[in-house]
């Protein structure tokens, strides 16, 4: 009895871990990702995301040692992931091409490949692959030690970075060209940027799922700025959006059969819309 107790409590403080972490670094990417109107970002790393772990679907199809293991699919969403980051931030930067076109055709074609890798594996073995609904709409629960460690090293880098590289990453944000001609590391800012997005997302995906993540990117970041303009003041705003609305979620999925992820963005979604009133009543 005593054993199950401390089981239980050992998976909740790593559920509780990773959503905190995971809400900081989302709030504080957020106000960067709105500044430099990348929201459909999260949509193309994320589906591209659900393309990697497609492709491990179709490899388990036929060999029966990868369909066994239950990690295969998660190893896809963070290598496609991380390469498709890369890949946007490449041709964005080499101007034949504006982001939305770049993230469009990733997003398509990598959403399109896992489900084409999804009905392959199903007419072969007659049932969902490993992972399905848990890369579509996320899990929080069943969340390993070394997982809600990778979520607060995370938060731990994005909070550095943006510590380290304050100057330099608001300068990209607000006007690369006049930036770059101030001796900023623009294309460095802008690799670093996306590589810390990508993970972020790739964290977010097995709790949130590829679905809802982007909304983590872009919702506390939206409310903090229709409030403030200071960018500490948007920081802190941001945070707290994000940890409130876990909160929520995570007392929903504790306390009722509601799942944590769509609570989470709905209640980021009802914190922006007050918000927005509010603000439209100061203007008054």
């Known amino acids: 009895m005593v ?6 409590d050992a998976a909740y403080i790593c559920e509780l871990t990773t959503a905190l972490a995971l809400a900081i670094a989302c709030a504080v990417l957020s106000v960067f990702v709105v500044s430099r109107r990348w929201a459909f970002i999260g949509e193309g790393i994320g589906h591209s995301g ?14 029966p040692a990868v369909d066994h293991a239950v990690w295969a699919p998660y190893a896809g969403v963070i290598v496609v992931s991380l390469a498709t980051a890369w890949a946007i931030a490449f041709f964005t930067r080499s101007g034949k091409l504006n982001s939305d076109a770049v ?17 392959l594996y199903m007419r072969r073995l007659g049932h969902d692959p490993i ?11 069943d969340v390993a030690p070394m997982f809600a460690a990778a979520s607060v090293v995370l938060c731990a880098a994005v909070i550095g970075t943006i510590i380290l590289l304050e100057k330099e990453i608001l300068a990209y944000c607000f006007d ?6 101030s001796g ?3 294309g460095f800012i802008h690799y670093l940027l996306l590589l810390l997005i990508a993970l972020t997302i790739v964290i977010g995906a097995r709790v949130t799922g ?10 506390p970041g939206a409310t903090a ?6 960018l500490r003041t948007v920081m802190a705003g941001s945070v707290a959006v994000a940890l409130l609305a876990t909160a929520a979620g995570i007392a929903a999925g504790h306390w009722s059969f509601l799942p944590a992820g769509p609570v989470i963005v709905l209640a980021m979604f009802v914190q922006f819309v007050l918000a927005f009133s509010l603000a439209r009543l100061r203007s008054v």
């Open 131 to 141: 992972g399905w609904n848990v890369f579509l709409f996320g899990h929080m629960a």
């Open 103 to 119: 993230i469009g055709i990733f997003l398509a074609a990598m959403l399109a490949w896992g489900i084409l890798a999804q009905q």
């Open 225 to 230: 700025l229709v409030l403030a303009r200071r």
């Open 184 to 186: 900023v590391r623009v």
């Open 176 to 181: 690369p060209a006049i930036a770059e001609a």
């Open 50 to 63: 659900f393309g990697g772990a497609g492709t491990v679907w179709l490899i388990a199809a036929f060999v």
């Open 3 to 8: 054993i199950t107790v401390l089981a239980a």
């Open 210 to 219: 590829s679905v809802l993540v982007p909304a983590l990117l872009v919702l």
